[in-house]
């Protein structure tokens, strides 16, 4: 047996061929060095299927697989640790995607960090992406946001479709999108990913629900321009408490191709 891996350790493991199935999935991030934007990920799902894959320009990536305390780590290697307001749970097993996940109870918990790697000012893309499954009830929830009082990204639920939103600035709006999709908040989990996406001349807002592109809304060439050092999980400013179960929570730099975005729903559906 070995316990979750953690920073500065190594092992030489060996294997032998086991029969049976294994109790959940699994994934496990290591990166080149801290501060960098590349992550090796190992997929270990539950017929015992191994997948490696690199995560070019990841910069904040929580997988919740802690199991106790009140912070969750960043396995991007930038440092951008959450820590826990109210109290979050942990939940384990058959109830999460992958390893570990959080609870959150739709009131009083959420997360926040700080970390200049996901200071998105003047860039021209961006993807967030995340795992939940909401219990029902609440109409609007946050999942990610950048920022408190104004929001350089932010991706929610509201009234049951995942909304992507840059630059929202309470005295001017901001650019949004919607997904298709409404039927979200049904106790099952989904996997959802927003992308800015840019050319030179031209910038495309892309929602993809489960896999598959649900929508998209194109601009002039964009560039995000506020400024925060600052992330939630959870919770956005006027509450949206999250209500239920987030896992694998990741933002990069880029634009994740539609490729790429199908194989990560592939790893965990």
């Known amino acids: 047996e070995f316990s979750e891996p953690s920073n500065d ?7 032998e061929a086991v029969s049976g199935k294994i109790d959940n999935r699994k994934i496990i991030s290591l990166v080149l060095k801290k501060g960098g934007s590349r992550a090796g990920d190992i997929i270990v799902n539950t017929a015992g299927l191994v997948t490696q894959r690199m995560e070019d320009d990841i910069v904040g990536y929580w997988h919740f697989d802690e199991g106790t305390g009140t912070s969750t780590y960043d ?26 996940c959080l609870s959150f109870n739709g009131s009083s918990d959420y997360i926040i960090g700080s970390g200049s790697s996901l200071n998105f000012q003047n860039k021209k893309e961006i993807t967030l992406e995340a795992w939940f499954k909401i219990d029902g009830g609440i109409e609007n929830h946050a999942i990610i946001n950048n920022g408190f009082n104004v929001y350089a990204y932010l991706m929610d639920i509201e009234s049951g479709k995942v909304r992507f939103v840059i630059d929202m600035d309470w005295g001017s709006g901001g650019k949004d999108i919607y997904s298709t999709t409404n039927t979200l908040r049904d106790n099952k989990w989904h996997h959802v990913v927003s992308v ?6 031209t910038s495309s807002m892309k929602i993809y629900v489960d896999g598959d592109l649900e929508t998209t809304k194109e ?3 964009y560039n995000i321009s506020l400024s ?6 959870g919770q956005r400013q006027y509450g ?4 239920g179960l987030i896992d694998e929570v990741r ?6 191709t ?3 975005i199908s194989a990560h729903y592939d790893d965990l559906k």
């Open 196 to 201: 800015l996406e840019s050319s030179s001349a």
């Open 9 to 15: 350790r190594y092992a030489d493991l060996l294997f």
């Open 258 to 260: 539609a490729s790429e």
């Open 75 to 100: 396995a991007s290697g930038n440092d951008n640790t959450g820590t826990f307001v109210s109290s979050p749970t942990w939940q384990s097993g058959s109830s999460c995607k992958a390893g570990q």
């Open 251 to 256: 933002i990069y730099n880029r634009a994740l």
């Open 219 to 221: 601009l002039s060439s």
């Open 228 to 233: 925060s050092n600052n992330f939630g999980i």
């Open 240 to 243: 949206r408490h999250f209500n």
